[in-house]
């Protein structure tokens, strides 16, 4: 047996063991509730324990919240219904799931993925998807909820499987989030937080990092996460799944094509091109005369074009696909509009109501205070463990990372140990840039495995109803969960190459301080 076979085998038999292992977990409803039980006797505990740590972002002393008091009891009356109808991933999914059903139950997706796949060869598309679903995240969190069912849909027209592009798009969407091709909200948040911290450990404007001080790797990465990504489910991701046999899903309607472009589907997609274009110009219109920028900036970082990019993608599928239904004949009447957006929402019934228990869960470990305390002891830990120059950094993209698992934000996340991290190496010579996109690297990978994300719950409701109904969690968790490790350890090592030749990852940010700044 050739070595490469051996590798190939050790990493079929880890990833089936993760599949079934997953697969062992009860239904998500169920699990999410054991989580909010576990959640709570954890408060309680580490309540009666008398923890306490102090947030180095505003010197506070952190102490948990315990579910079982009197307090814990008010809480829970007072936001049960609150946290699920509050929960932000729920009105993004309805909301395209209603724009979407436009398009896809008119058929102007099956026409559209015909078109698609007269230029666009195999061989590009599996590389192609994966620079979308990583720029996607310039559109924040909403890219995760749009772009993975998308590619999907792309992979079955392609006769492949499509439980491979749900997790295609994820690993790119979220295990991707800290790489791009363009400056997204995120640099603009971690900025901010950098500079605080600098302001107050050098004196205001003795030194800070701006908005582009990552872009140099960042950009590079798009490209390298790509490939990473083409090649895992090229040798990797779809040998494991195996090949895609339609017509399993529960509803049946899964977009596969066995014909060419007919001339009334050329028809329509020429009225739903015609129709996009002048939507994206009114947009455009809005963008230009600033309207839709920031009105205190004028940039488009923070603007109401970037905040309200669900309702402007939704407008797009809407007007799109009512322009090619209408020019098609696939829609005749008020009524059909609706069945087709109704038919389309029916099939998240399911989502909907993990999403109650998901949303108590994710409520509860914020109120409990738990993510901050285990945020903070994790960068106490890493301080006491005395490591210096690059084994140190491993070691924290490494616990950021682990963090990440359960602390999602990334905002949040770089509050509490970026003034732990950034003045620690200071005084080492780290330039604060660089430790900033170290941490970006443990904040991005394990996004796409994360129990605390919607996307991946959502991606696994559309599979079982459009695709395979025998598909389970741990089907879409093993994919993810042994991309996110390939791609965490391919970045760390490429970031630890990097600075080894001493490139910049950034204008002006090398790893080191420039001369006289301590």
């Known amino acids: 047996m050739s070595e490469t076979t051996k590798k190939r085998g050790f990493i079929e038999r880890f990833q089936t063991a993760i599949e079934k292992g997953a697969n062992k977990l009860p239904p998500p409803f ?30 506070e002393t952190v102490t948990p919240n315990n579910f079982f008091s009197v ?10 219904v609150k ?7 729920l009105g993004v999914v309805i909301t395209m799931t209603i724009g979407m059903g436009m398009l896809e139950q008119t058929g102007m997706v099956s026409a559209l993925l015909k078109k698609l796949m007269g230029v666009l060869p195999d061989s590009a598309m599996v590389f192609g998807c994966a620079v979308i679903a990583i720029c996607g995240n310039i559109f924040s969190d909403s890219s995760g ?50 500079n605080t911290v600098l302001d107050g450990e050098l004196g205001a404007g003795v030194l800070n990092v701006d908005l582009v001080c990552n872009y140099f790797f960042t950009f590079v990465s798009t490209f390298l996460l790509a490939i990473v990504i083409t090649l895992f489910d090229k040798y990797i991701m779809e040998p494991h799944l195996g090949p895609y046999v339609p017509g399993k899903g529960k509803g ?13 589907e050329r028809k329509g997609l020429r009225a739903a091109g015609l129709t996009a274009l002048a939507y994206i110009a009114l947009v455009g219109v809005g963008i230009w005369s600033g309207v839709l920028r920031n009105a205190e ?3 488009i970082l923070n603007s109401p074009f970037l905040s309200g990019i669900v309702p402007i993608l939704f407008g797009l599928f809407f007007t799109s696909g009512l322009a090619f239904a209408k020019s098609t004949g696939n829609v005749k009447s008020g009524k059909d509009i ?9 099939s998240m019934t399911t989502f909907v109501t993990m999403v109650f228990v998901i949303g108590q869960f994710s409520a509860l470990f914020s109120w409990t205070k738990i993510g901050t305390i285990l945020s903070i002891a994790g960068a106490n830990a890493l301080d006491k463990l005395g490591f210096t120059g690059m084994p140190m950094i491993v070691i924290f993209i490494i616990i950021v990372a682990c963090i990440n698992f359960l602390v999602g934000s990334s905002s949040t996340k770089w509050a509490i140990l970026g003034p732990i991290f950034i003045p620690m190496m200071l005084q080492l010579g780290y330039h604060p840039g660089f430790v900033q996109m170290a941490y970006r690297i443990g904040d991005s990978c394990t996004n796409a495995c994360s129990p605390m994300s919607a996307v991946l719950f959502m991606c696994l ?11 389970q969690l741990g089907t879409i968790l093993s994919n993810n969960i042994m991309g996110a490790l390939i791609m965490l350890v391919v970045w760390i090592v490429f970031f630890v190459i990097w600075n080894l030749i001493g490139l910049p990852v950034g204008p002006g940010v090398t790893v080191h301080l420039p001369a006289g700044i301590l």
């Open 71 to 80: 307090d814990g009891i008010h809480w829970l009356l007072a936001n049960m």
């Open 30 to 59: 169920i699990l999410f509730f054991y989580l909010f039980m576990i959640t709570a006797v954890l408060s309680m505990i580490l309540s009666l324990l008398g923890v306490a740590l102090v947030n180095p972002s505003n010197g």
């Open 252 to 264: 049946g309607n899964a977009v596969v094509l066995t014909a060419d472009i007919t001339d009334t």
């Open 83 to 89: 946290n699920f109808t509050g929960y932000a991933s």
């Open 145 to 194: 909820y749009i772009i993975p069912p998308l590619i999907a849909m792309l992979f079955a027209s392609y006769g492949k499987n499509p439980i491979a592009g749900f997790s295609v798009g994820m690993l790119g969407t979220s295990g991707g989030w800290s790489a791009n091709l363009f400056p997204a909200g995120t640099d603009a948040l971690l900025m901010g937080i950098t």
């Open 461 to 471: 409701t559309m599979a079982q109803e459009q695709y395979d109904k025998d598909c």
């Open 338 to 346: 609706s069945d087709r957006c109704m038919a389309q929402v029916r």
């Open 297 to 299: 900036t004028g940039s």
